[in-house]
């Protein structure tokens, strides 16, 4: 398990940046997300350098080592806050902790 977890995470990021981003640009996100703000436009850029990152590393594998716990823990430690400030059962809370406790999990294997 701990020689593919560092590939999970990567790919959960990639599988759900790639359709939030582009929602987020077209503005099929507004439900979710609010209407277009700058501070939208910022998010979009953290979700990118986010994306960037994970394909990155799938594409560089021996880069996990170096820089996917530093990336998961920013993760871990963000996404599990939106419930406070979004509401338990927002939809992007929901999915926040669902993809945090993905990450705790991969960040637990490859810190062993």
Known sequence: MRDVMPFVSPIVNVAVLVPVIWGLAVG?????????TP????????YAAILLVSAILLAWPHGCAALLPGLLAVQVAYEPMTPFLLGAGHPVAVANLGIA????????AVLR
């Open 28 to 36: 099929t996100q507004d439900a979710a997300f609010g209407t277009d």
């Open 39 to 46: 501070a939208r436009r910022i998010l979009i850029c953290v």
């Open 101 to 108: 406790a993905i990450h705790a999990v991969t960040l637990a």
